[in-house]
């Protein structure tokens, strides 16, 4: 039989580790950093990594995967939904403007940093060489990272593309404006990232564009004809997308 003082010692022990127990399965669930690939490639090489999300994520990837046809691609576009959305409300911009530079559309829906690289590592960019690859990417990831985090992350992706792609050239887009006007918290945290990530130009293998601006009036309001929802372009916010880096699109491909 055991002693009243004995269950009291073991229900102290109980409580005290508890706590901890509860910290350890947390830490566990925390969310990967956004310099990171989601989730970590895990087991010998020639197992198969899980896909970072769920749905239609995968049938997305493996459709922008067979994008990849070497000698075909010249731009890249890799993204999230605002990248995926020249696809739809972008169509009409991307078809007048872009077409003629056999471009290939890498955007997914809901991506962060993380599923960026991921995707560098699991397919998008396997026996492609293009001359450009053009990148706006870390929106997503405001709601859970700091400016540096995101700032990490994007620095993550051009250093992979650097490795992976050497010949090519990356126009890194500054992360545009969201939110009614500059006070928005995220768009705040969007800026921070922007001001580390345009240290990356170098003006030969990196060149960094801030078109964030051209979204905006004069005040810095962020107007619904441009972003109905205040984050993802009109037809109007991709006609002014287009346009504003169609001339360094053909300085990039121009150049030897």
């Known amino acids: 039989m055991i002693r009243v003082d ?12 508890a ?3 509860g910290f350890a399965q947390a830490a566990t669930a ?13 087991g010998p090489k020639d197992s198969v990594t899980p896909a970072p999300r769920g749905g239609n994520w995968s049938q997305r990837h493996e459709l922008i995967n067979s994008r990849a046809v070497p000698g075909e691609v010249d731009v890249i576009f890799l993204g999230d939904s605002i990248t ?8 009409k911009a991307w078809e007048e403007h872009f077409l003629r530079f056999r471009p290939m559309n890498a ?9 960026v690289l991921w995707r560098l590592e699991n397919g998008n960019i396997e026996g ?9 990417i870390g929106t997503n990831n405001a709601k859970i990272s700091t400016s540096k985090q995101i700032a990490d992350g994007i620095t993550a992706i051009v250093s992979k593309l650097r490795k992976e792609l050497p010949d ?12 009614a006007d500059p006070t928005d918290p995220l768009r705040k945290i969007n800026e921070g990232a922007n001001a580390i990530v345009k240290d990356l130009h170098d003006g030969t293998h990196v060149y960094y564009l801030d078109i964030g601006d051209r979204f905006l009036t004069s005040d810095g309001v962020l107007e619904k004809k441009i972003m109905p929802d205040l984050l993802h372009l ?22 030897k």
Not at 6 to 17: G, N, P, Q, S, Y
Not at 128 to 136: E, G, H, N
């Open 107 to 115: 955007g997914i829906s809901g991506d962060r940093t993380e599923h």
């Open 128 to 136: 492609i060489s293009p001359k450009v690859a053009v990148i706006m």
């Open 19 to 21: 706590p901890a127990t």
């Open 6 to 17: 004995m269950l009291a010692t073991l229900l102290a022990l109980a409580l005290v580790l």
């Open 30 to 42: 925390e969310k990967p950093p956004a310099a990171k690939p989601e989730p970590k490639p895990a």
């Open 84 to 91: 995926q959305g020249w696809e739809k409300e972008g169509k």
């Open 168 to 179: 090519t050239k990356i126009l890194l887009l500054g992360i545009f404006p969201r939110g």
């Open 234 to 255: 009109s037809p109007a916010g991709y006609e002014i997308w287009a346009e504003s880096i169609t001339p360094k699109l053909e300085e990039l491909l121009s150049a």
